[in-house]
């Protein structure tokens, strides 16, 4: 089955420092979402990003986040001055048209010290 | 924002029975629900969804029932096997066809236990 590809696994960084966490999605979906999951709780929505722009984006993701497709494969979710309660886990998804269904990549665990 | 509930944090089912799996929901605007399994340190993986004009959807051992009325989703797994030991994600969407069901709300799982 195709995958969704998250890197770093593990990324740990300093509280104020900025991160780029990157995802390489399924090759031929055009619909592309960040969720976070902070340790003990559910999984929220963060962006969805469709035809190179924002589509939605919830309370959460404010100025601090930002995301980009760089390339024709590449998504990236950019953390500015990372706080203390940034640490989680991030999962990237990628979805084909019409199909509601959503393929997560394993995630990157995020932990700011 | 508890637009999608699981209330049950955690179901221990003997092997070869039944696991029963709830959910419930309040916007009566979602009309696409799925179910997503999550091991330890990896990715939801998808499992099973059903679309609002149906009631129920099958897929091997796996059922999904959905009462709009209720608001209620359930998944049943027939019959438990120790390896469906995860936690289980149900997720729901208000289907803006424009962005292809771009914002999935999620309970906040179950963590199912399948004892041998």
């Known amino acids: 089955e195709p995958e969704v590809t998250q890197t770093p696994s593990h990324q740990v960084t300093q509280m104020g420092q900025e991160v780029i966490l990157r995802c390489v999605p399924i090759?031929?979906?055009?619909?592309f979402y960040w969720y976070r999951q902070i340790l003990g709780q559910k999984v929220e929505f963060l962006v969805s990003?469709?035809?190179?722009?924002?589509?939605?984006k919830s309370e959460i993701f404010d100025d601090q986040f930002s995301v980009e497709r760089p390339d024709g494969s590449n998504f990236t979710l950019k953390i500015r001055s990372t706080k203390l309660e940034d640490s989680a886990m991030y999962f990237c998804?990628?979805?084909?048209?019409?199909?509601?269904?959503?393929?997560f990549g394993q995630g990157t665990r995020l932990t700011v010290v | 924002d508890q637009q999608v509930k699981q209330n049950s944090p955690s179901l221990s089912v003997q092997e070869g029975r039944i696991s029963i799996l709830n959910c419930d929901y309040t916007?009566?605007?979602?009309?696409?629900f799925l179910w997503y399994k999550k091991y330890p340190a990896e990715g939801p993986t998808f499992l099973i969804s059903?679309?609002?004009?149906?009631d129920k959807n099958e897929d091997g051992r796996f059922t999904v029932f959905l009462n709009k009325s209720a608001k209620h989703l359930s998944l049943h797994i027939v019959p438990s096997q120790p390896g469906d030991s995860a936690v289980y994600f149900c997720?729901?969407?208000?289907?803006?066809?424009?962005?292809?069901?771009?914002?999935?709300?999620f309970g906040s799982g179950t963590k199912l236990n399948v004892k041998p």
């Open positions: 990003f469709y035809n190179n722009e924002i589509s939605e």
């Open positions: 997720a729901a969407s208000a289907g803006d066809r424009r962005y292809n069901f771009n914002k999935f709300y």
């Open positions: 916007n009566s605007m979602f009309d696409y």
């Open positions: 090759s031929n979906h055009l619909y």
């Open positions: 998804a990628s979805s084909a048209p019409m199909t509601g269904r959503a393929f």
């Open positions: 059903i679309s609002s004009i149906k």
